[in-house]
């Protein structure tokens, strides 16, 4: 596996960390966007990031906290990323054979 799979395959398992961890409470908003905005800045040269896939299951697994994230109407870039989505499991299956594809 090389460095730049690596590191979304790092990604994306502290994704499902998280959504495994913290509840859908609003008390714990800060660590989903705090989340999303290293998510965005992650090094993955040569690579997609998964935005789509990642916002789709939050949206999903984690309403609440993605709701009052679209409402961060200061913040455009939550807004921009909470007007996306594709199905939900399309974004699973491909989030999951991301990880399982570079495990092999």
């Not at 789509?52 to 949206?59: A, D, G, N, R, S």
């Not at 999903?60 to 109407?73: A, W």
């Not at 921009?80 to 989505?85: C, G, V």
């Given at each position: ?26 008390k714990f908003l800060t660590i989903y966007t705090q989340y999303i905005r290293r998510f965005l800045q992650s090094k993955t040269e040569g ?58």
């Amino acid at each position: 596996m090389s460095l730049k799979s690596k590191n979304m395959v790092m990604v994306i398992d502290e994704f499902y960390y998280l959504i495994e961890k913290y509840p859908d409470h609003p008390k714990f908003l800060t660590i989903y966007t705090q989340y999303i905005r290293r998510f965005l800045q992650s090094k993955t040269e040569g690579e997609t990031l998964p935005t789509v896939e990642i916002i789709t299951v939050l949206k999903h697994e984690k309403p609440l906290i993605f709701s009052i994230m679209r409402r961060l109407r200061d913040n455009n870039t939550m807004n921009i990323l909470t007007s996306i989505e594709m199905n939900i499991e399309d974004a699973r299956t491909r989030l999951n054979s991301f990880v399982l594809k570079d495990n092999t």
